[in-house]
């Protein structure tokens, strides 16, 4: 059956599921006995949906459709971590990662094909930008990922985490990713606590605040240098929005939303970003506000001229933060060995910028010249 023309109800929230519903002629409450039947159940059949008149499931079956992106490929590391490959239109592929531990499993989501910044330790990066993802391509790899797991919300809860830590910047695609976030934490989706969805940023001092405004959920930051100079040469987006006007975001965030968190990532590179004096730099940052810093040892992929830093670097690094009070945690390197640790996703992107080719010709250059 073709679906051209039929909307994709993973596109709404709880809200605006009941408005279409509305516009179709039905009660509000039809409207959360589907998202149910989508959430809870993960069916994409309206036929499944027993509780539905059949006149009802024909409407939806002709008008609508329940269309999660497709699976490509998909593999599991050794530790446990599954990665998706996922199509999009158009050749485009994302990546989505699962990452199971004894106490949680956390559900790794991208936000865009590519990212639309550039920073330099960063494989999706390298890779170039083509467009923003629908609600329905966001919220759509919660739901792959919940189908291959057996997830059932309020019971057989295998995600209990979702980070959307992904492909992309997730504030440069605001609406999509609220109504995606929205569904995340609703009862009749996957209904986790604002606390366990967690948005992380590079930066983007003003849409922090309009965040605060729209969405109660977990903030994480990418900051990796501790001063201007050194995070605009690896952050680029610093140069627009430096460091000061950073922390002044996340301190308005905390005073509008007190009960959320602020993490703050820093990515270890050897030689670049990790010595003491780097330490003692962040701790007088880190002083100004209640947060937490997330040491993140550098995961190198093909064309990097980066290191990771050596595990003595890293432990000294986190001793210093530790020993003046700061709230400091080493994450575990986890899926590697399938290209899903921490920035290196990387998919199918059809570059809309110049980036992805020079990327690959510095790539080619350096092979030359190693010859």
Not at 5 to 21: H, S, V, Y
Not at 82 to 95: F, P, Q, R, S, T
Not at 132 to 140: F, K
Not at 269 to 283: I, W, Y
Request: with cysteine; charged share 25%.
């Amino acid at each position: 059956m073709s679906t051209a023309g039929q909307t994709n109800l993973l596109d709404f929230d709880r809200r605006g599921l009941r408005e279409f519903f509305a516009q179709l002629g039905e009660k509000p409450y039809r409207a959360d006995q589907v998202m149910k039947w989508i959430y809870h159940r993960r069916v994409d059949d309206f036929e499944q949906m027993t509780d539905l008149g059949k006149p009802l499931r024909g409407k939806l079956a002709e008008a609508c459709r329940i269309g999660p992106p497709r699976t490509l490929f998909e593999k599991a590391s050794t530790d446990g971590t599954h990665k998706w490959l996922l199509g999009m239109d158009g050749g485009n592929a994302i990546e989505t990662v699962y990452i199971p531990e004894p106490t949680r499993g956390t559900l790794c989501v991208s936000s865009q094909v590519g990212c639309g910044l550039n920073c330099t330790f960063c494989s999706t990066g390298a890779q170039g930008f083509n467009r923003n993802l629908s609600a329905a391509e966001i919220i759509g790899q919660v739901w792959v990922a919940a189908k291959h797991l057996g997830n059932v919300p309020h019971q057989q809860r295998r995600i209990t985490n979702v980070v959307m830590m992904g492909m992309g910047e997730p504030l440069l695609n605001f609406d999509n990713v609220i109504t995606a976030m929205s569904v995340m934490r609703d009862d009749l989706g996957f209904g986790l606590a604002n606390k366990r969805v967690t948005l992380s940023t590079a930066g983007l001092a003003p849409m922090i605040d309009k965040l605060s405004e729209a969405a109660d959920v977990s903030l994480a930051v990418s900051l990796h240098a501790p001063n201007d100079e050194l995070r605009t040469q690896l952050v680029p987006l610093n140069k627009r929005y430096p460091i000061d006007e950073l922390l002044a975001a996340c301190m308005r965030y905390v005073a509008k939303r007190p009960r959320a968190s602020i993490t703050f990532e820093y990515t270890l590179m050897k030689g670049v970003n990790d010595q003491p004096e780097h330490a003692r730099q962040l701790v007088k940052l880190m002083r100004r506000l209640p947060s937490k810093v997330n040491l993140i040892p550098f995961n190198p992929f093909t064309g990097t001229r980066f290191e990771r830093s050596p595990p003595e670097a890293i432990a000294a690094f986190q001793k210093i933060l530790l020993d003046s009070g700061v709230l400091a945690t080493v994450r575990r390197t986890r899926g590697d060995d399938i290209d899903a640790a921490c920035g290196q996703l990387k998919g199918q992107v059809l570059d809309r910028t110049r980036r992805q080719a020079e990327f690959r010709k510095r790539i080619e250059e350096g092979a030359v010249h190693a010859a």
